[in-house]
C-alpha cells in the first residue's frame, strides 16, 4: 500500500512539472516576462519625469509672473513718486524681462511636447509588443490543436482507437 502510494504521489509530481514546463512554453519563457517588466518600469518612471516637468514648468511660470507683478508695483510707485525716468527704465526693464519669460515658457513647452511624444511612442511600442506577444500565444495554442488533430487522425487511419 505505501509503494502504491509512494508511485502516486511520484507521477502526480512528473505530471505537476511537465504542466508548469508545458504552460511555459505556451506563454513563453519567463525570460519574456523579465525583459517586459522593465518597460512598464520604464514608462512609469518616464510618466513621473513629465510630471516632475510639467511642475517644475509652472513653479518657473508662478515665479515669472511674482517678479514681473514686483516690476510693474516699482513702476506704479515709481510714477507716484514723479520718478518718470526710474519708471521708464523700469518698463524697459520689464518688457526685457516678459521677453525672457516668455521664451522661456516656449522652450519649456517645447520639451514637454517632445517628452510627452516620446511617452507616447513609448507606450504604442509597448502595447504592439503584448498584442505580437498574445498573437504568438494564439498561434502556439492553435499548433498545439493541430498537432493533436494530426494525432487523432494518425491513430484512426492506423486502425487505433486514438484518443478522444
Do not use: W
Not at 514648468?57 to 514686483?70: P, V
Amino acid at each position: 500500500m505505501r509503494k502504491v502510494l509512494m508511485g502516486v504521489a511520484f507521477v502526480a509530481g512528473c505530471v505537476a512539472l511537465s504542466a508548469v514546463s508545458y504552460a511555459q512554453e505556451v506563454t513563453g519563457s519567463s525570460d519574456a516576462s523579465a525583459v517586459a517588466e522593465p518597460a512598464g518600469q520604464t514608462i512609469s518612471q518616464e510618466m513621473r519625469e513629465l510630471n516632475e516637468q510639467k511642475r517644475e514648468i509652472m513653479e518657473n511660470a508662478k515665479e515669472a509672473r511674482t517678479e514681473e507683478k514686483q516690476l510693474r508695483e516699482q513702476i506704479q510707485q515709481a510714477m507716484q513718486s514723479g520718478d518718470t525716468a526710474k519708471a521708464e527704465e523700469l518698463r524697459k526693464q520689464l518688457r526685457e524681462t516678459h521677453r525672457e519669460n516668455i521664451g522661456q515658457k516656449h522652450e519649456d513647452m517645447k520639451e514637454l511636447r517632445a517628452t510627452r511624444k516620446d511617452v507616447k511612442e513609448d507606450i504604442r511600442d509597448r502595447r504592439e509588443d503584448i498584442r505580437d506577444r498574445r498573437e504568438d500565444i494564439k498561434d502556439r495554442r492553435e499548433d498545439i490543436r493541430d498537432r493533436r488533430e494530426d494525432y487523432m487522425d494518425r491513430g484512426v487511419r492506423a486502425g487505433g482507437k486514438g484518443r478522444r
